[in-house]
């Protein structure tokens, strides 16, 4: 099978990286972006993987996570559309990173 896109939604940043921690051990799926609005209040997850891990993922976070999840869902063999959706929001923490030597400069 081919990528899919597994997303929830979740309100706190604690609570979303507590969702995120139980996704990636739950299944063998990498974030691949997230998005704060409302200041934060509301924090969606983007992970991807194989469909039944993506699958598996979401389910544990929907029933352990530290929060009710506020929207979830899981997206089969995305539209290329959506794919490049997502790898523009996660462009933005790409060009956003610190290099080694920046930080080194720094000190």
């Not at 539209?79 to 462009?91: D, Q, W």
């Amino acid at each position: 099978m081919g990528k899919s896109y597994g997303l929830i939604e979740i309100t706190g940043v604690v609570a979303a990286m507590d969702a995120l921690d139980i996704m990636c051990k739950a299944a063998d799926v990498t974030l691949s972006t997230w998005e704060r609005k409302l200041g934060g209040r509301l924090v969606t997850i983007i992970v991807e993987g194989e469909v039944a891990a993506v699958t598996a993922a979401v389910e544990a976070a929907r029933t352990q996570a530290l929060k009710p999840l506020a929207a979830y869902g899981v997206i089969a063999n995305p539209h290329e559309e959506i794919v490049g959706l997502v790898e523009r929001s996660a462009s933005r923490f790409k060009d956003s990173e610190p290099s080694d030597e920046s930080y080194l400069q720094e000190v």
